[in-house]
Structures are given as C-alpha cells and as structure tokens.
C-alpha cells in the first residue's frame, strides 16, 4: 500500500472540518480532503446566521433554555451549555479571520432574545469564505479537492489511523494520521426534496457505520417548512425570516390556511409548519402552497433578504407583487456519530462534528442557528484534545469498497429517495415505515448482490444513503412517542413545550 502521512487527517471542507483543520494545524501536519471544490458544502449555503449571546439584553442561561426547549426533553444538558458558553468567542474568532458581520443582531423561530449573528443572508458564504481562505494561506494544511473518501482504515488493534480516497487525476491513495476528523455534513439526498447541496450523501454515516461507531437520534430529521418550488431552481431555501417579515402562508384558493392549524400562525416552530403545508397540500391535492410577503415593498425586501430578492428576479417572481411557490423538504439532520465534548466517537482514533455528528445538543429539534455554531465548537475542542492521541500502527490491507454500474446506483438510489419522501418524510405512519424498511433493507441487499463495477463516487454515494436511510427508519420504528421533529399519526403526541415566538 502506497501510503502519504499527516499528523491529522480531515474528511470535508465545510466548517467543521476547516475549524479543525486551523486549530490543529497549530500543532501537526494535517490533510484536507473534500469530495468537490473546497468551498462547495452546506455552510456555503447558511441564509440566517449563528446563534450566540452577544446582545446587551442576552446571557448564556437564555441561550440555553431556548436550546433545552426546542430539543423537547432530549438534549444533553451538559453538552448544550458548553455550546452556549463558547459561541461568543467562535464569533470572536471568525471576526479574527476577517468575517464582516451585520450590527443588528437578527432574531428567528425559538430564540426568546434577538441573537443570530449574520452577513446579510448569505452568512454561510461569510464564514466559508474566511475560513477556506485561511486554510489555503496556512502552509501546515493540505488541501486535496476532488477527493472521494471511500473508507475508513484501521491499524492492527483496531484503531482508526488512516483512510483511503479515489484523488482526482491521481487515482487510489491511502493516508495515514494519528486522527481521523469525520466532517462530512448533511443527509439532505436521502430525501426527493431538500435544501442541502448535491454533496449531502450522508457518507460519514457510511464510513463510521463500517468501522463500527455508535450512530444514533437519525429520525430526528428536521424539514424547513418554505423551500422554493420551481424546477429551475430546487431546493432554493426561502429564510423564516421572510415570515418574521410578515410573510402569510396562502393555499392555492388565497386562504391564509394556518388559522386552521396554530394559533401561532406562520411563526409556530418549524416542524408545525411544515406539518401544516404537508396537510394543506394533501387537502387540496396541489404540490405546493405560497408564501405572500407582497405587502412590502420593493426597497426594504431588497435590503433585508438581497439574496432570496434576486435568485427569485431572475426567475421572474418579484417579491413585491407575487407569490412566492413553496414546499416542505428536507434541510437538517439532529442526528449522527455519537460524540463526546472532544468530539471522539467509541471508535479510538475516530472524531466527528459538525452535522455528521450526534453531539447531545439538538436533541429531538434544533433550535434555530445553532448548527453552525455547533460545528466551530466541537471541531475547536476537538482540536484541543486531538494532541493526545498515539500513533497508530501500520494500516491493515483491505479490499476496496464495492461499487456498482451507475444506471443500477441511479435507480436504487431514486428509489430510496421516493420511500423516504413518502414514508419517512414530515409525515410518518408505523405502516409506512415498516413498508420503507422493506424497501430500503432489499435495496441494499441487491446492492451487495450486483455485479462490481470500475470506482463510482455516485455509487459509493447511493450506498452511504442506504446505510442512513436504514438508521432513520429504524430508529422512527422504535420511538414509541412522538417528540420533536418525529411524527407518527399511529402514536399519540406528547404534550411538548415550544418556545413561543415574540
Ligand atoms: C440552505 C441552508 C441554510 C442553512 N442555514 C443555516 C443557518 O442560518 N444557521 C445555521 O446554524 N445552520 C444553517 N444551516 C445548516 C448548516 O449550514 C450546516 O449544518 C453546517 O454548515 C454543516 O457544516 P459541516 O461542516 O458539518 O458540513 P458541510 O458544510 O456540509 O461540509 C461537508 C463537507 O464534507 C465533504 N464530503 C462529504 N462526503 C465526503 C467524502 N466521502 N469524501 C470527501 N469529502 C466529503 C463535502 O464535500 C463538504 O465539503 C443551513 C443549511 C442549509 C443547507
């Protein structure tokens, strides 16, 4: 095996794993390895901001009651106020790397203070930015792009010591380090609809599920309520801010149908909304319902949500005068590698953050902006206790993951992707699930069945979402309530407390 050494090694260039990657360079070699272009990950995509208790009226305690409540009974104390404690200082540091960041704070769903730090509404872009460009400058990182990691390797006492990538134009290579760092991101293509970027195949789910590390809380799946509908632009997420606005939710008739479901309206919790739509567009048999925000005008909309403004201009919808066609889909996975407060996993050798990870402090729903947050924090105390770690042994042979013909991976995978939207979606029911099960369990055996074909990223892809997809609908099966971000019409709902929205 030809093998490249680092001190540490990194899979994904999103901020959890660029975080990781500057802090421990202050320390070691480290290798940067990301399936696309550096920059191409659901951080670039961030709209709202992160969430951090740096206003006058604000403290860490409201943070963390905000948190504890939308997690519904299941967050990790503990966990969730290391979280809040720290984020004042992340803000600091991306300030440090150059991130501009607007002065008011912004306030969304959930938070009882106004605390979203933000760029307009194109944070993720920001801090992406700042931090990708101070990897490229920092000479103990190196970055390979294109680089499809495939599997995992471990030393001879079943350490985590190295991986193994397909490195565009350079072919097979295997890469050795005292630490592997899992920061992979989201689950969004699991599902037919999401607001997460092609890239989101859930391939740390696969990787750590091979190696044997715990994974759980994978049901817990939050969808954005109010995702654009138009085939030219899928998945385009329109902010909760545009509701803060003063945004109205309208079915195709014109009622503004949430007087029918919550008293809070459009600002109930996420999940509530994205039910109500779900049930609205069952009603009336229509494939989406439209938000009105056609009240204000041209100038202000502009100024507060420049983004959303013209990505929609160009498609000919003027915020101002139309309205604007939307959709439930997928948009946060709560769930992931179970990790401690140094972000290692049970396997030794193997660290996760950011969203691949299941850290404790989302629970059964997360609070809104606490995401990106939760990625700076972990990789940052995970690159604090990483130091310790012992130099693996030499990595032990082993075959190269199987792939499969591309017109087979593109059918199973499309298949998944209709189970899960229709079965294990907004709406779940113990006979769907138990269908999606048998769905998705048959899929994979067929995928072992089939005959091996040359190196296939999609392929390797469609595995890793059949791995998640499995953990997803076999941990709604075994929930026995509905809390959070679960529902199952078979079950009865517990009387969860949320945040109310001021
Ligand atoms: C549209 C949108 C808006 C959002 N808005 C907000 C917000 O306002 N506030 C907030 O807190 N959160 C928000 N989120 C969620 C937040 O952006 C993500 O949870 C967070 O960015 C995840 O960061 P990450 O570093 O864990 O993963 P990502 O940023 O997704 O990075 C994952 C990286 O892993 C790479 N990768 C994956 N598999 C492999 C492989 N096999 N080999 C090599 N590389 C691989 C990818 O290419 C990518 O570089 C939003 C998400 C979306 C999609």
Request: one cysteine or more; a negative charge.
């Amino acid at each position: 095996m030809n093998v490249t050494e680092f001190d540490y090694l990194v899979v994904g260039s999103g901020l959890a794993g660029l975080t990781f990657a500057l802090h421990a360079a202050e320390h070691g070699s480290v290798c940067v390895l990301t399936k696309a272009e550096l920059t191409e990950s659901n951080t670039n995509y961030a709209q709202g901001g992160i969430a951090a208790a740096v206003g006058e009226s604000d403290e860490w305690q409201l943070h963390e009651e905000d948190t504890l409540v939308a997690g519904a009974g299941l967050c990790d104390p503990e966990v969730v106020r290391f979280l809040v404690q720290q984020a004042p200082a992340e803000i600091e540091w991306l300030r440090s790397l150059g991130a501009r960041f607007d002065i008011h704070l912004g306030r969304e769903g959930g938070h009882s203070r106004n605390r979203i730090v933000h760029h307009g509404d194109n944070t993720g872009w920001e801090v992406e930015r700042v931090v990708s460009d101070a990897v490229r400058r920092n000479e103990a990182i190196s970055v390979y792009e294109n680089a499809f990691v495939t599997d995992l390797l471990k030393d001879a006492n079943g350490r985590v010591a190295g991986l193994r990538a397909h490195v565009a134009d350079r072919g097979v290579r295997c890469f050795k380090g005292r630490a592997v760092m899992l920061a992979t991101g989201g689950a969004g293509m699991l599902y037919a609809r999401t607001t997460n970027p092609r890239v989101a195949t859930a391939d740390g789910i696969g990787l750590a599920h091979d190696v044997g590390a715990e994974i759980k809380d994978m049901e817990f799946m939050q969808f954005h309520p109010t995702v654009l509908y138009h085939q030219q632009l899928r998945g385009f997420l329109v902010t909760e801010a545009v509701r803060g606005a003063g945004g109205t939710l309208r079915n195709h008739h014109g009622h503004r149908f949430m007087y029918d479901y919550d008293e809070r309206l459009e600002l109930a919790p996420r999940d509530v909304v994205a039910r109500s739509i779900e049930r609205e567009m069952a009603k009336l048999k229509t494939w989406c319902v439209y938000l009105d925000i056609a009240h204000l005008p041209a100038a202000p909309l502009m100024e507060e949500f420049p983004t959303i403004w013209s990505k929609l201009r160009e498609l000919g919808i003027e915020m101002e005068k139309d309205w604007i066609p939307v959709t439930p889909g997928q948009h946060y996975s709560c769930g992931g590698i179970v990790t401690d407060m140094q972000a290692r996993s049970n396997v030794p050798g193997l660290y996760a953050a950011g969203e691949v990870a299941r850290t404790g402090v989302h629970g059964a729903n997360r609070l809104a902006s606490n995401s990106l947050l939760e990625a700076m924090v972990f990789a940052t105390s995970a690159a604090r206790s990483v130091k310790s770690e012992p130099v693996g042994g030499a990595l032990t042979e082993s075959p190269e993951p199987k792939s499969i013909a591309e017109s087979e991976a593109v059918r199973i995978r499309h298949s998944i992707q209709k189970s899960m939207t229709e079965k294990a979606g907004v709406f779940r029911t113990t006979a769907g699930l138990q269908d999606a099960k048998r769905t998705i369990d048959g899929l994979l055996a067929e995928y072992g069945q089939l005959p091996s074909a040359p190196f296939l990223a999609y392929s390797r892809e469609t595995y890793n979402i059949a791995i998640a997809a499995q953990y997803v609908v076999d941990g709604a099966l075994a929930r026995t309530e509905n809390v959070g971000l679960h529902f199952n019409a078979d079950l009865v709902t517990s009387q969860t407390p949320v945040a109310p929205i001021k």
